[in-house]
């Protein structure tokens, strides 16, 4: 049985983001507490889509030490990273970089945009 999602913060010092269901995001959005997407899609992925997560920062897996989004992810508050690749590939990088630079609370979003379409969740234009 999963740990529910809000037991699952990343351990300060931990280098390895844990991944969340689509459910557990809108639990805990439904609670009323603060997310910030994060789109971690890479750039042709990126160029073919309208729509994002709600209020999703983009942040290119491809270009991460240039990555001039970073500084504008807010500090305390749960971040979720997403893509559309196998495995939450490029969600995982973004989400290491993250915890590296100092940001607690980080998970990639398992299954992405597709798993984040079929639990009803809720889209924006980009």
């Known amino acids: 049985m999963r740990q529910d999602f809000a037991e699952k913060d990343a351990v300060p010092g931990a280098l390895e983001a844990t991944r969340v269901t689509a459910d557990e995001v809108l639990t805990r959005l439904a609670r009323g507490e603060p997310l910030v997407f994060v789109d971690a899609r890479r750039e042709e992925e990126w160029q073919a889509s309208k729509d994002k997560l709600p209020g999703a920062f983009r ?68």
């Open 59 to 126: 942040v290119a897996p491809d270009a991460l030490e240039e990555a001039e989004t970073l500084p504008l992810v807010p500090r305390g508050r749960g971040i979720v990273t997403y893509c559309t690749c196998a495995h939450e590939a490029s969600a995982e990088r973004v989400a290491h970089l993250l915890i590296v630079r100092g940001h607690t609370d980080v998970h990639s979003l398992y299954g992405g945009m597709e798993a984040w379409r079929r639990a009803g969740g809720t889209f924006s234009p980009k």
